[in-house]
Antibody, heavy 123, light 107 residues
Framework: EVQLVESGGGLVQPGGSLRLSCAASGFSFSNYAMNWVRQAPGKGLEWVSAVSGSGANTYYADSVKGRFTLSRDNSKNTVYLQMSSLRVEDTAIYYC????????????????WGQGTLVTVSS | DIQMTQSPSSLSASVGDRVTITCRASQTISRYLNWYQQKPGKAPKVVIYDASSLQGGVPSRFSGSGSGTDFTLTISSLQPEDFATYYCQQTYITPYAFGQGTKLEIK
């Protein structure tokens, strides 16, 4: 059974940093690209970032580029989202999602999702 | 960047109704279009991928069509468990934009 468990969310002040983790199990982790998607309170879904199965390629939304860094450790079946220079508008539930393929471009539906972790940026 | 526009933003319907939600991309995305269902307090769940492929375990009353810039999600006979918010998402090129969502409510 595929399982994705996010952790690391919490309350942080504007300008602060936080690292989210997503621990995966139940599939051959290195064979699949992974996405992060966020949802601000009462709002829609926003794609944040993606990493290829090997970890060699990463992609970011313009809203987080230069502030967030996505990485993965295939030996630990874990994806990490390092978030810095956090802003109030980064407040959201952050979901980790598995895709259906190793590469990010041209396809790769998010076929399994974690339960999400809440990040609150506030003074 | 590609923009995704869904319509309508909300929809009231009754059990047994046939409903259609549309999604338009600001430029061609071939068939790289997915549909997700989200219920309150839950993570999204994929129902249709690559425009018209039914995700495993999803009832056959769900169907998708379209290519290029215009896509539709159809539910042939609404069931009580189908009332939720639906999002389209393009995975043709990053950033992988979502539509703004369509909230399907019980009439």
């Amino acid at each position: 059974e595929v399982q994705l468990v996010e952790s690391g969310g919490g309350l942080v002040q504007p300008g602060g940093s936080l690292r989210l983790s997503c621990a995966a199990s139940g599939f051959s982790f290195s064979n699949y690209a992974m996405n992060w998607v966020r949802q601000a309170p009462g709002k829609g879904l926003e794609w944040v970032s993606a990493v290829s199965g090997s970890g060699a390629n990463t992609y970011y939304a313009d809203s987080v580029k230069g502030r967030f860094t996505l990485s993965r450790d295939n030996s630990k079946n874990t994806v990490y989202l390092q978030m810095s220079s956090l802003r109030v508008e980064d407040t959201a539930i952050y979901y980790c999602a598995k895709t259906g393929r190793a590469t990010v471009l041209r396809g790769g539906v998010s076929d399994y999702w974690g339960q999400g972790t809440l990040v609150t940026v506030s003074s | 960047d590609i923009q995704m526009t869904q319509s309508p933003s909300s929809l009231s319907a009754s059990v047994g109704d046939r409903v259609t939600i549309t999604c338009r991309a600001s430029q061609t995305i071939s068939r790289y279009l997915n549909w997700y269902q989200q219920k309150p307090g839950k993570a999204p769940k994929v129902v249709i991928y690559d425009a018209s492929s039914l995700q495993g375990g999803v009832p056959s009353r769900f169907s998708g069509s379209g290519s290029g810039t215009d896509f539709t999600l159809t539910i042939s006979s609404l069931q009580p468990e189908d009332f939720a918010t639906y999002y389209c998402q393009q995975t043709y090129i990053t950033p992988y934009a979502f539509g703004q969502g369509t909230k399907l409510e019980i009439k």
